[in-house]
C-alpha cells in the first residue's frame, strides 16, 4: 500500500511539473500570455522637461500634402547631392550614431496653433561638414517622401546649430509627425520645417520657392514676419 502511495505522490508530482513547464517555457510565455503576441509596454513620451511643460507628440494637427508617409527603414537613404563635387547617401542608422544634442523648442503654425516639444536630433551641419560643397551653392533644398520642398540660405543651416530630430519628447518621431527626419527650423513657421526629409540639395538658385513659398508664402518665413510673401 505503501508504494501505491509513492506512485501516486509521483505521478501527482510530474503532472504538476509538466503544467508549470507548458505556462512558463512551453506554448505560453511568462505569466501565461501567447509568446506571439505583442507585449504592452509603458509610454516613455515625457510630458516636462527642466520645469517646462511639454506638448505631446498628439496635439499637432495632420495638414501635410499627401497625408502621412511611411517610410521603410530599412531601404531608407537620406541623399545628399547637387552642387558638391561627390553625392553622399546615409543610413538612418549612420545618422542617429552620430553625436545627438536635444532642446525644447516651440513650432508655431500658420493656423494659429503651437507645439512646444523636447526634439532630439543631430546638428545638421556636422553631417553636411563631410560632403566637399562647390562654392557657387548659396541655397540648400530639402525634400521630402511626399514631394515636399522648402529651401535656406546655405548660411541658415551652415552658420547655426539648426537640428535634424529624430526623436520628440524622448520617443522615436512616430509617421505622422515625419519619420524618419523632421528639420527643427527654429525661429520659423512651420512650413519650413519639413519632415520626412529623403533628399538635401546644394544648388546656386537663390530664386528657389518651395511648395508653399511657390504659393505665396514668405520665402524666409520668419516668425516675426508676415507668412505671406
Known amino acids: 500500500m505503501r508504494t501505491s502511495l509513492l506512485v501516486s505522490i509521483l505521478i501527482t508530482m510530474m503532472v504538476l511539473l509538466g503544467v508549470i513547464y507548458f505556462l512558463n517555457i512551453g506554448g505560453l510565455g511568462n505569466n501565461g500570455i501567447d509568446s506571439n503576441?505583442?507585449?504592452?509596454?509603458?509610454?516613455?513620451?515625457i510630458k516636462e522637461y527642466q520645469g517646462q511643460k511639454?506638448?505631446?507628440?498628439?496635439?499637432?494637427?495632420?495638414?501635410s500634402i499627401k497625408g502621412v508617409q511611411y517610410i521603410d527603414i530599412d531601404t531608407y537613404r537620406l541623399k545628399v547631392w547637387g552642387l558638391v563635387k561627390e553625392e553622399k547617401e546615409?543610413?538612418?542608422?549612420?545618422?542617429?550614431?552620430?553625436?545627438?544634442?536635444?532642446?525644447?523648442?516651440?513650432?508655431?503654425?500658420?493656423?494659429?496653433?503651437?507645439?512646444?516639444?523636447?526634439?532630439?536630433?543631430?546638428?545638421?551641419?556636422d553631417l553636411l561638414k563631410d560632403v566637399d560643397i562647390?562654392?557657387?551653392?548659396?541655397?540648400?533644398?530639402?525634400?521630402?517622401?511626399?514631394?515636399?520642398?522648402?529651401?535656406?540660405?546655405?548660411?541658415?543651416?551652415?552658420?547655426?546649430?539648426?537640428?535634424?530630430a529624430y526623436k520628440m519628447n524622448n520617443e522615436t518621431?512616430?509617421?505622422?509627425?515625419?519619420?524618419?527626419?523632421?528639420?527643427?527650423?527654429?525661429?520659423?513657421?512651420?512650413?519650413k520645417?519639413?519632415?520626412?526629409?529623403?533628399?538635401?540639395?546644394?544648388?546656386?538658385?537663390?530664386?528657389?520657392?518651395g511648395f508653399w513659398e511657390s504659393r505665396g508664402y514668405s520665402k524666409e518665413g520668419y516668425l516675426n514676419e508676415s507668412f505671406v510673401g
Open 173 to 191: 518621431i512616430i509617421p505622422a509627425r515625419g519619420f524618419p527626419f523632421q528639420l527643427v527650423a527654429e525661429d520659423k513657421w512651420g512650413y
Open 37 to 45: 503576441e505583442a507585449i504592452m509596454l509603458q509610454s516613455k513620451e
Open 134 to 164: 562647390l562654392p557657387e551653392a548659396n541655397t540648400i533644398i530639402f525634400h521630402a517622401a511626399d514631394g515636399y520642398t522648402t529651401n535656406y540660405p546655405i548660411e541658415y543651416i551652415m552658420d547655426q546649430d539648426i537640428l535634424m
Open 90 to 125: 546615409y543610413t538612418y542608422d549612420e545618422i542617429i550614431n552620430r553625436q545627438s544634442y536635444s532642446k525644447v523648442i516651440t513650432l508655431h503654425c500658420v493656423e494659429g496653433w503651437d507645439a512646444t516639444i523636447l526634439w532630439e536630433g543631430i546638428i545638421l551641419r
Open 54 to 63: 511639454l506638448s505631446s507628440v498628439t496635439d499637432f494637427r495632420e495638414n
Open 193 to 209: 520645417w519639413i519632415k520626412w526629409i529623403t533628399e538635401i540639395e546644394f544648388s546656386d538658385d537663390e530664386d528657389y520657392e
